[in-house]
């Protein structure tokens, strides 16, 4: 099965800027990229949806260039709470969902 | 997510053991999914399904089989449990609007078979 790729691991510290970006050169044409958070030993947790441009809530952003053959999402201002894996979904045509290994955040003081 | 709950939360298992794991939800989803995820690893899909009577098998199926029994319940079972079969295992359901789809996760089963 297709599989989006994002970085493996990442690295900041309390009141930065984080973009982690995916890639998913194949998505389907009528499906939206999806970003859930995951905390240890917790289910993974719905952050952000999108399916072009930019999308913003109370949490992150979500770019996604016109092509939507990548999205980036930003999380402003992260602190110590924002330590936890951070999973890019997207569908190809005909295949389910996948998860990735997903992007592993620490947050440094 | 308490509207998707998980039995038992914990099990510890001898190899070779029949073990079920259940898991509801009241969030009137048609779609249920089965994950496992090892150690510092991503999520694999088990299985899936899409409605009472549809059932699908996702990347990892071998050793595992699945039941349906309502909209709200789904149940993973290990027929003849195995050492490497210890995972943690969580139940998703998805309300499968079309695009969207977005996916809400059970606590999680932590599963040892020794």
């Known amino acids: 099965l297709a599989k989006t790729t994002q970085p493996i691991s990442m690295d900041s510290y309390e009141g930065q800027e984080v973009n982690i970006t995916c890639s998913h050169n194949n998505i389907a044409t009528n499906d939206y990229i999806t970003w859930y958070q995951q905390f240890p030993s917790q289910g993974p947790r719905f952050i952000i949806q999108?399916?072009?441009t930019k999308v913003t809530n109370e949490v992150a952003s979500l770019f996604i260039p016109a092509d939507r053959k990548s999205s980036t999402l930003s999380l402003p201002r992260v602190s110590l709470s924002d330590t936890a894996v951070y999973y890019c979904l997207a569908r190809w045509a005909g295949n389910m969902l996948t998860f990735g290994g997903g992007t592993r955040l620490m947050v440094k003081p | 997510d308490a509207d998707v709950t998980q039995t038992p939360r914990n099990r510890i298992t001898k190899t070779g053991k029949r073990i079920m794991l259940e898991c509801s939800q009241t969030?009137?989803?048609?779609?249920m999914y089965w994950y496992r995820q090892d150690p510092g690893l991503g999520l694999q899909l088990i299985y899936y399904s899409f409605d009472v009577k549809d059932i699908n098998k996702g990347e990892i199926s071998d050793g595992y089989s699945v039941s349906r029994q309502a909209q709200a319940k789904f149940s993973l079972s290990l027929e003849s449990a195995i050492p490497n079969q210890t995972a943690l295992y969580f139940c998703?359901?998805?309300?499968?609007?079309?695009?969207?789809?977005?996916?809400?996760f059970g606590p999680g089963t932590r599963l040892t078979v020794l």
């Open positions: 999108g399916y072009k």
């Open positions: 969030k009137g989803h048609d779609r």
């Open positions: 998703a359901t998805s309300d499968g609007v079309t695009g969207t789809d977005t996916q809400y």
